[in-house]
């Protein structure tokens, strides 16, 4: 079988699109998405996102790391998808419904409200998440915030100075988060301006992650540290992330469609 396929991004963050909205395709399964994603051997990706039909919202939205894990959310294909749709919706994530909306040439897409009580990141124990007694090396006093998805955020004077690569999996995976973790890097680099850089779990550093920008300028506003609307820069652009007194995050930026294909399933499957 031909599956078609749209390769898409947000600032650099990649992604492979399969719509099975209308026509249904074969279950997508951990293997089949990481081989998929592989960028020697497939066709490469950070996440695979799967378009299916919803019972609840106007579709549903799936996403599938590059090592093949399903998760509940990701900030960057939803504005992929936003642009895809070419109109405002309300959707499905395994985080919960988002509502996104083609804008600027990109989206803007209201995230849901962030959650940050130790059981809903989830952590392994008890803890004030908006300042947590741990430390890995130089990175210390972390904030956690589940914005559908797990985030801890260390502030750090100057994000270029921390090895983000050697101390990203393994925070990731420490056995304080049991559903493992994003590892966000960020520092304040002018008045409600953030400096972000992240490890994503299941997919190492991206150029760009929409959830980190999310949670990462919760944490800031949390912390006291800027107002209710922060600039992200990211290594592949800039993001704006709104908390709005509903308590709703919004996150505006570009998306864009790189090329469209298609691929034999049996060679993945
Ligand atoms: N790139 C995404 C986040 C993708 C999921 C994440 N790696 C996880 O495992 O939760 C974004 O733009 O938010």
């Not at 699109?17 to 951990?30: I, N, Q, W, Y």
């Not at 949390?222 to 592949?236: A, F, K, N, Q, S």
Request: hydrophobic share 45%; net charge negative; aromatic share 6%.
């Amino acid at each position: 079988m031909r599956v078609p396929f749209v390769k898409m991004h947000g600032l650099g963050n990649d992604f492979i699109v399969l719509d099975a909205r209308k026509d249904s395709l074969p279950a997508m399964t951990g293997a089949a998405a990481r081989a998929l994603a592989d960028r020697r051997t497939g066709i490469g990706c950070d996440q695979l996102v799967l378009l299916e039909p919803s019972e609840t919202e106007a579709f549903r939205m799936r996403i599938f790391n590059a090592d093949g894990s399903e998760v509940e959310a990701c900030g960057n294909a939803a504005r992929a998808v936003a642009l895809l749709h070419g109109e405002r919706a309300r959707i499905e994530t395994g985080g919960g419904p988002i509502t996104l909306e083609p804008a600027q040439g990109g989206a803007r897409v209201e995230m849901g409200t962030p959650r940050f009580d130790w059981e809903s990141i989830p952590l392994a124990f008890a803890m004030d998440t908006a300042n947590m007694p741990v430390g890995w090396a130089e990175l210390e006093n972390p904030a956690a915030v589940n914005v559908g998805n797990p985030h801890v955020i260390f502030f750090v004077e100057d994000t270029e100075l921390v090895d983000l690569a050697a101390l990203g999996p393994l925070i990731e995976r420490d056995a304080l988060f049991p559903k493992g973790v994003n590892v966000n890097v960020a520092s304040l680099v002018g008045p409600d301006h953030l400096r972000l850089k992240v490890w994503e779990r299941g997919a190492g550093l991206t150029r760009a992650c929409g959830t980190g920008a999310c949670a990462s300028a919760v944490a800031a506003m949390r912390r006291g540290m800027t107002g209710r609307t922060v600039t992200v820069t990211l290594p592949g652009g800039d993001l704006v992330i709104e908390w709005r007194a509903d308590e709703t995050m919004v996150m505006t930026g570009p998306a864009c469609e790189a090329f469209r294909g298609s691929f034999e399933w049996d060679d993945y499957a």
